[in-house]
Antibody, heavy 118, light 107 residues
Framework: EVQLVQSGAEVKKPGESLKISCKDS????????IGWVRQMPGKGLEWMGI????????RYSPSFQGQVTISADKSISTAYLQWSSLKASDTAIYYC???????????WGQGTLVTVSS | SYELTQPPSVSVSPGQTANITCSGD??????ASWYQQKSGQSPVLVIY???KRPSGIPERFSGSNSGNTATLTISGTQAMDEADYYC??????????FGGGTKLTVL
């Protein structure tokens, strides 16, 4: 069974850095895309970016380009989303999801709640 | 940038048919997917490649995509179908994009 397991909730201060993770189990990590999706409190889903761990091809939404970095470590089947300097407006739930070549996200992680507050 | 527009809310009586629309420029030329998100849970894929249902999704969920509009249809809507629904499109030029979401209320 495919499972994407995300790292736990984080509480950070503005200006701090953060790296959250998404570990796959049960499928070939290098044969699918892994996307990241933001959901701000009470709001909708926003596509942030995506990586193909097989060759590290990475794409970003224009809204998030330069704001976050997406990476992956094939050796441990884990994808990452990181910030170098968090803002209060980064407070949200972040989901990772497996992306198929026809564009859909067929499996989702449980979400990581990131709270940024002074 | 490419945008998808959904109605903020749709209401339906139990047992009736709910139609949720998603509009975008030449959306019919792209693949459309639909996700169900219940309160406090992760999204679940219910329709992909315009009209295909993943394993485990009830037959009452169906989809279509033509022109500028994709539609998610829930036939014989049940109380358990009350949730937020998001459309999503993809093609090589659009990359990935989500609609704003529709809250389905089963009255």
């Amino acid at each position: 069974e495919v499972q994407l397991v995300q790292s736990g909730a984080e509480v950070k201060k503005p200006g701090e850095s953060l790296k959250i993770s998404c570990k796959d189990s049960g499928y070939s990590f290098t044969s699918y895309w892994i996307g990241w999706v933001r959901q701000m409190p009470g709001k909708g889903l926003e596509w942030m970016g995506i990586i193909y761990p097989g060759d590290s091809d990475t794409r970003y939404s224009p809204s998030f380009q330069g704001q976050v970095t997406i990476s992956a470590d094939k050796s441990i089947s884990t994808a990452y989303l990181q910030w170098s300097s968090l803002k209060a407006s980064d407070t949200a739930i972040y989901y990772c999801a497996r992306g198929k070549t026809s564009g859909e996200f067929d499996y989702w992680g449980q979400g990581t709640l990131v709270t940024v507050s002074s | 940038s490419y945008e998808l527009t959904q109605p903020p809310s749709v209401s339906v009586s139990p047992g009736q048919t709910a139609n949720i629309t998603c509009s975008g420029d030449k959306l019919g030329d792209k693949y459309a997917s639909w996700y169900q998100q219940k309160s406090g849970q992760s999204p679940v894929l219910v329709i992909y490649q315009d009209s295909k249902r993943p394993s485990g999704i009830p037959e009452r969920f169906s989809g279509s995509n033509s022109g500028n509009t994709a539609t998610l249809t829930i036939s014989g809507t049940q109380a358990m179908d009350e949730a937020d629904y998001y459309c999503q499109a993809w093609d090589s030029s659009t990359s990935w994009v989500f609609g704003g979401g529709t809250k389905l209320t089963v009255l």
